[in-house]
């Protein structure tokens, strides 16, 4: 079992960055790919950003790529979301999520999740 707790989000203006982050507790983090993944109101659930285990590969949406950045430290078995440049539509809430298998960008892949926080960007 592992249990995530996100924090960071808030409310930005366009063009301004938050870094999120991701609390992990109970089984050993480092053996799990993780990833951020968002939900906008009436949207699925949709990939953001991966990372491996030992944080060598990473993944992006394309929506992202260049603006956020996925990084992980397991000696403090927390996982990293900085987001800069931000956009009206990057609206959502963030959720993390760990994978007992290999980088995934496909939500069903994904063991564990985190509750969630909100990221409102304002135009």
């Known amino acids: 079992q592992v249990q995530l707790v996100e924090s960071g989000g808030g409310l930005v203006q366009a063009g301004g960055s938050l870094r999120l982050s991701c609390a992990a507790s109970?089984?050993?983090?480092?053996?799990?790919?993780m990833g951020w993944f968002r939900q906008a109101p009436g949207k699925e659930r949709e990939f953001v950003a991966g990372i491996s285990w030992s944080g060598i590969r990473t993944a992006y949406a394309d929506s992202v790529k260049g603006r956020f950045s996925i990084s992980r430290d397991n000696a403090k078995n927390t996982l990293y979301l900085q987001m800069n440049s931000l956009k009206p539509e990057d609206t959502a809430v963030y959720y993390c999520a760990a994978d007992s298998g290999v980088l995934s960008r496909t939500p069903d892949e994904y063991d564990y999740w985190g509750q969630g926080t909100q990221v409102t960007v304002s135009s």
């Open positions: 109970g089984r050993t983090f480092s053996s799990y790919a």
